[in-house]
Structure formats: structure tokens, C-alpha cells
């Protein structure tokens, strides 16, 4: 049986193709214990079976493209098991075969502690929808370990278009996106992050874990401020990059991806989608502007974006491109992509109740998105039960992990000014109270 392929299983395709990234999500599940070997792999095999999208192996013949069925003999290589770390991360760090499929694959480390590897091809879903799947993987494997003969009694193989956000929106709506918001799609950045263009470049996923202790105060303090918690972080991900770049109040953008099922009445797990958009974020950072100063920009910035038709501009041009020109529109798109050189994402919170194997608790969990190829850059941000990760996956040097390294450092240190500047004020103020 074939499916036809969506618009953004064409562009995740062609970001391959074109040398931004490898197309495929990443997550790392870490636990306090071992997980049952046996039951993970039975889980798998049931959680591909339950969303039949993940079986299927993508066609591109003369500019036809479309999913087909696989057969279940087929799936070999869709679950491993290692005993070391090294080959846990190759694992981490390898991609699906769209054309050959499955288009997920797991990995299970055997260890003290074990930890769980899942790689699934971005063609097939964002960083929203591979965190459904995760939640859904976890519990088909806690309803096994309870009951060994258990079958899911449903199937999630829903709508996987995007004509549901833009019909949400009305015709004046619509046409304002397209007028009045036409930078907030994927272009070239202004500037590039600096790494070094290297034959022996290979794929990494660069960490940083913020104490969750940090994260917790980060928390409060935005609260206090009536911010978010994105706009911190990405407001010290403006502050360590103006000053790594030299920019000297000079503006430059920071596109970040969106969640577009913001728009939708039902936000239930129907299908495996992509459905993220993106928002160009353009501020300058002044030389000895403080931290709180930054922030309001950021934060002013973000407010007239939500009160507009957030990341909609880019779902429209493409269904006009697509809708116009059929048969042109991949070579189209092609040819115009601007992938930024610079950018951002946040996966947000990694849900602790929602991922729950039993028996098994989780100590960690990281989602991030696609291995950037050079020169682009990206870092992403998810957090675990009060555990934020920054992720930076790149295929590079070894030079360009120490750069990273110390970008990581900086952004820390841009939080922990942030914390140390509403400490000093509140004890401004407690000073004040007492001498009155």
C-alpha cells in the first residue's frame, strides 16, 4: 500500500540533500537500573506496528514521492543491544535508511544503569511528535512488563498534513501572515558561528546539563519577571553569541522552531507529523546592556510575534507553492531554501509522568533534533524533572567541540548573572525595608 508523501517529508528530504542537516531526531533515555532486554524489544516491534507510519520506507522516483509498506521480516536492524559506550554512541550518532525503512531504530547499553538510544528520521515527525512516540513506547512497555500478552487496542495513524492548521485560520488571518510576516520563515542568518571546515569531520551530539537546582531558580525568577522560561534561555543565547561573534550592537536573527499544534482545538497523539514552523527572532545586544535589558527585548519581540499568526507564514507559502506548481514545486523549494546558519530550538519539558517504564525509573532523558552540517549551527534545550539539556549535534572537529564547550560555559554564566543580579536587588531591598 502507498501513502503519499506530506510537504515537509519533501523538505526534511531536501534538508539532506542541500547540506543543512541528517534529517533524523535523537533521544537518549538514561535509567536508575536495567530495563528488561526482552520486553523492550517486543515493545518496539509493537509500538511500529501501532503507528504503521514508522514501518513504511520512502520513494522519491522522478519527482514522485510516497511512503510504502514494509514487511515485518524486514525489520533486523530496528532493535540493538550494546555493552559499550562507544558503540552506544555510533548508534546515537547514525541515521535511518528513509528508502530502505524502518523509520525508527532503538539501542539498549547493558550496564549498572542502563540507557535507551532512539533515532527516528525527522522526515517522519518533529521533535513534538517524537516525544509522543517516546511517552507511547514507555507505557506499551509498562503495560508488558505487568501483562506479557498485551496488544494495543488502537492504531495512530491519523491525518499527517498541515491543512488542519491552516484552515484553523481565517481568510484575513491568512492573508496578513502572507503580507506582514514573510521574515519568519527559514532564511540565511548574518553571521556564522565559528567552526572549522575539516575532512575529518564527524557526527557528535555535544551536552551540557544545567543543575537542576539553577533551573529551579531560573524557573521562579521568570516567573517574577512575567517571562518565560524560553525567553531566558534564548536571551542568554543572544548575550553569549553577540559577544562570541564580536557583534557590537549589531542586530542579527536567530530563527526558532515553533509548535504549531498551538492552533489545534485537539492536541491529542492522532499521528506522526511535523508540524513545526519557525520565527526569526532580530534584536541587538548593546555593549553593557545588562541581562534584564536583553530580556525585555527578547521578551517585547516574542509578545508581537504570539499576537500575530505565529510561524503560519511559512505553512502558507509552502501550500501555495505546492498548490500552484505540483509539478515543479520540489525542484522549487530546492532552489529556494535558505537554511539559516545559525538557530535554535527548544523541545521543551520532557514529561516524567507521561515517560514511565515500570520498574524501571528514568534518572535522564534528552531529546534533540537533526546532526548539523558545517557551517551550520544549532542548539537545542529539553528538560527532564528539573534537568535542562543543551544539545549542539554537529558533524565536526574536535576543535569545534572545545569551541562548543566553552559557548556552553558562556551561556552558564549569562544564567548565572541573571540569578546573582535579582539576589543582589532582593537584598537591596531587604536592606532598604530594614533601615527604614
Not at 515537509?8 to 531526531?25: P, R, V
Not at 541587538?284 to 527585548?297: D, M
Request: some cysteine; overall charge negative.
Amino acid at each position: 500500500m502507498k501513502v503519499k508523501a506530506e510537504i515537509f517529508d519533501k523538505l526534511q528530504y531536501l534538508y539532506d540533500i542541500t547540506g543543512f542537516n541528517d534529517h533524523q531526531l535523537h533521544g537518549v533515555i538514561q535509567f536508575e537500573n536495567k530495563v528488561n532486554a526482552t520486553v523492550m524489544q517486543k515493545a518496539v516491534n509493537l509500538l511500529v506496528k501501532t503507528i504503521p507510519m514508522l514501518s513504511k520506507a520512502y520513494k522519491n522516483e522522478a519527482g514522485n514521492s510516497y511512503w510504502e509498506e514494509m514487511e515485518p521480516e524486514n525489520w533486523d536492524n530496528i532493535f540493538t543491544i550494546v555493552f559499550e559506550k562507544d558503540d552506544f554512541d555510533r548508534f546515537t550518532f547514525s541515521k535511518t535508511d528513509a528508502e530502505a525503512g524502518p523509520q525508527i531504530k532503538v539501542c539498549l547499553m547493558q550496564a549498572d544503569r542502563d540507557s535507551v538510544s532512539i533515532v527516528m528520521n525527522h522526515m517522519v515527525c518533529d521533535g513534538a511528535g517524537f516525544k509522543q512516540c517516546v511517552y507511547l513506547l514507555s507505557d506499551i512497555y509498562s503495560h508488558l512488563i505487568k501483562e506479557p500478552d498485551y496488544l494495543p487496542d488502537y492504531v495512530i495513524d491519523g491525518e499527517r498534513g498541515f491543512k488542519k492548521i491552516t484552515q484553523s485560520v481565517n481568510f484575513f488571518s491568512r492573508i496578513a501572515a502572507l503580507l506582514f510576516e514573510s521574515k519568519d520563515n527559514n532564511q540565511n542568518s548574518d553571521c556564522e558561528f565559528p567552526l572549522i571546515k575539516s575532512e575529518d569531520a564527524v557526527p557528535f551530539i555535544a551536552t551540557h546539563e544545567i543543575e537542576a537546582s539553577l533551573y529551579r531558580e531560573l524557573r521562579n525568577i521568570s516567573k517574577n519577571d512575567k517571562v518565560t522560561i524560553n525567553d531566558v534561555i534564548l536571551t542568554a543565547y543572544f548575550r553569549a553569541l553577540s559577544g562570541l561573534l564580536d557583534m557590537n550592537g549589531k542586530p542579527f536573527n536567530i530563527p526558532i522552531m515553533i509548535d504549531m499544534r498551538r492552533y489545534l482545538a485537539d492536541k491529542g497523539f492522532q499521528a506522526v507529523t511535523n508540524l513545526s514552523s519557525t520565527v526569526a527572532i532580530r534584536i541587538a545586544v548593546v555593549p553593557g546592556e545588562t541581562f534584564s535589558q536583553t530580556l525585555n527585548k527578547i521578551n517585547t519581540e516574542m509578545a508581537a510575534k504570539k499576537s500575530g499568526n505565529l510561524g503560519l507564514n511559512t505553512f502558507l507559502k509552502l501550500d501555495l507553492l505546492f498548490k500552484f506548481f505540483p509539478k515543479r514545486s520540489d525542484q522549487l523549494l530546492k532552489n529556494s531554501l535558505n537554511n539559516p546558519k545559525i538557530c535554535m530550538t527548544n523541545l521543551g519539558i520532557v514529561d516524567s509522568k507521561q515517560l514511565y517504564f515500570e520498574k524501571s525509573p528514568v534518572s535522564n532523558a534528552i531529546v534533540c533534533g537533526s546532526i548539523k552540517y558545517h557551517p551550520h549551527f544549532q542548539m537545542s534545550a529539553s528538560t527532564f524533572s528539573d534537568k535542562m539539556t543543551f544539545c549542539v549535534n554537529l558533524y565536526g572537529s574536535q576543535s569545534d567541540r572545545e569551541t562548543i564547550s566553552k559557548f556552553f560555559a558562556l551561556i552558564e554564566e549569562e544564567l548565572i548573572g541573571y540569578i546573582s543580579t535579582h539576589a543582589a536587588e532582593r537584598n537591596d531591598a531587604k536592606n532598604t525595608k530594614t533601615s527604614e
